[in-house]
């Protein structure tokens, strides 16, 4: 039997990052007269349906609804998607931003929802549950571990248009408590 | 300074401990002694604290240090450190989009494309097998010192951080070099505007290897419009998006890069002739798929589906070995673009 | 590329055509491109039919150079039957 030595070695693993929580908003109020902004994104069509029955709710409860779409997120697509989420942040009162339902996507939904925390408004992201982990560690490796996310049924976007309009439906309420939004 | 720790200089210990620790790849690994670490510094361009990068998805700080340690896992030699270095600069520009490929669903790898004069003295492979089974000292460390670091200093984990479905065998380390010497383009990195007497490293955000094979076409533009049409397979990735972002990279043997050079003198006008070609109607997708397609404006006027939008998101370059018959193209993740950055020596 | 080993294997078939008239000679062995080009001469050569054709030359000369050259290259072989 080698009896072996002890030696040293360079750790090859970085530290553990400090993570420094920033604050989260709710709206704490009424819709009437607030400004909604919703996020979606071109490849999932089964949210922008939800959004897009979300955006006539909000309508009919008092707000008004600006939307963003984004398409890319490299490029001189991605840069106008950044820019459109920084203007809807500082013109809107909330934002509602999805769809995280692959990893990339789940990804940069929680980077543009965290982009409009930074603006100081409330907002939510929408992750589907098989992301609703991933969701979360991406919002804490941003320093935003309090972000509020809801979690919509997995898989989504297969689902046919009244199944979708149901989930609309269910989850609306839920997003409005989410963001604090009062009666 | 990077944290020391004591381990028993059995190398099998090391080993085990790299898979209790979940440090490793799990394959074998070399300890990363501080000597070993210290001649990689050395031979670094910068000093052992510089940043070289902040690494997604954990956000870890790359030091000089930290990725000598990887890189002395992965066997690197000090002459090839400086590639490690680079190949991690070009992966931290924003336009790489480490942040989307660290925690993708797809298959996405950072594959490694060497240009310049110390290709062959660094062991980066570029003849035969090139991709795998050339066994180059170059080939097998740089790519797998780059792969450690991103899981050890940006955390990027399979089933936790990373929600890759499938991984690909790139997760390992994918590191070649053109065969410049046989081809009858400038290379890589001179089109992209470094010369030929620097050594360059470009990152790609590849999806894999997709083998192509052929044993009946003589004429050069017939076997070009099947390579198109091959590499716009119908689950491209390219397909998801807007066709504006990402690249496919065509890896051609030296022998049809001669029939093709004599065609095309000119890249760009291969890369137009197979950009025009990267397509197929509509109708080849369901019924249903086409329509989404229609909603997202990916349709172009004459009714097709083009892979890509420009010509140059198709990336020829010329690797691999005598034996003719294949061509090999890297299809892209979509939403990154490939990035460059000079690997330098000692500062 | 070992280039001693290329200059023996040319030889070797030099000698064989030598005794026929012809020749072998090495124009070129580049080991960056993996070529090694080769020139046939036949001027000097009386019964033609003698020469092995050009196919089996090439293939001839290929594997000599094989036996003392492992890695891949290219042989590029100017034979003026070829025209």
Redesign the interface.
Known sequence: MTAWPTITVVSPTAPPIPIEQAPTFTVDRPLAGLRAGIRTDSAWRSWQLIAGLWADWLERDGATVETVETKGMVGDLGATDRKHIDDLAAVTDFGIVGLGTCGSCTSFTIADAVAIEDHDKPVIALVTEEFATHGRNMANHLGHGGLKTLVLPYPLEARPDDELAAIALEYYPQALELLGVTA | MTALLAVSADPRAWYERSLEEHFGDGAPLLAPTPEAVDALVDAAPYPADHVVAVLPPRNGVATVELLAANAAMAGAEPAAFGVVVAAIEAMSAPEWNAFGLTTTTSSVAPMLIVNGPRRAELGIDYRAGCMGGAAGRGSMTIGRAVSLALRNIGGQRAGETSRTVFGQPARLGFCIAEWEERSPWPSLAERRGYSASQDVVTVHGGKGTFPMADINNDAARDLLYLIAKTIAFPLNNQYLGGGANGEIVVAINPMWAERFGAEFGDVADLQAFLREHASHPLDLWPEANQEIFRDKGRVADDGRMYLVERPDQIVPIVCGGLGNLHAVALPSFSESQMQSAVALGAG | MDQDGVTAAVDEIAALLRADGGDLVLVDA?P???RITLRLELDGVECLDCILAPDALAETVTQAVHRRVP????LVLHDPRRG
């Open positions: 580049d960056a491109r993996a890695e891949e290259f290219e």
